[in-house]
């Protein structure tokens, strides 16, 4: 990644409420959310219409340790989004952000103890882990 250009959220506002309005959603994947303002409207538009699961992948530091949120950010992820997931798949330095702690050096031996979540480590990007997971647990059409 060489640049983050954040989405404003009045746009984001409205294609999730183009969304919501057309089809029924029955697992979402969260990404990048850049600023508290973002993390807000999609914390509202689930409290409309939540599906049975929500993946969240915290895109907020490379894993370069290169931070690509600002703390604002950080912490909307922490206190708006990850109450609302049923799954955080984070690669290691933001789990530690997200913990307030210092990154190890491997992956813990099965997974990341969150209260009432694990995160689990398998091979790939937590991206794709993310989606994958989101897709598994919605019904098949």
């Known amino acids: ?34 600023s508290r ?7 509202d538009a689930l409290a409309r219409r939540r599906p049975r699961w929500v993946v969240l992948d915290p895109v ?12 604002a950010g950080i912490r909307a992820v922490r206190e708006v989004l990850v109450p609302l997931a049923d799954l955080v798949t984070p690669n290691l330095p933001e789990a530690a952000v997200l913990l307030d702690t210092p990154a190890p050096h491997r992956p813990a031996p099965a997974c990341w103890r969150w209260p009432r979540r694990c995160v689990s480590w398998a091979p790939g990007p ?9 897709a598994r647990r919605a019904p098949t059409c």
């Not at 983050?4 to 969260?30: E, G, N, S, T, Y």
Request: one cysteine or more.
């Open 1 to 34: 990644m060489s640049g983050v250009h954040p989405v404003p959220a009045d746009f984001i506002a409205a294609q999730l409420d183009a969304l919501l309005d057309d089809v029924r959603i029955d697992a979402a994947k969260i990404g990048m959310v850049a």
């Open 37 to 43: 303002e973002v993390a807000e409207v999609i914390r």
């Open 60 to 71: 907020m530091v490379a894993k370069s340790g290169d931070i690509l949120v600002d703390d």
């Open 126 to 134: 937590p991206c794709s882990r993310a989606a994958t997971c989101a």
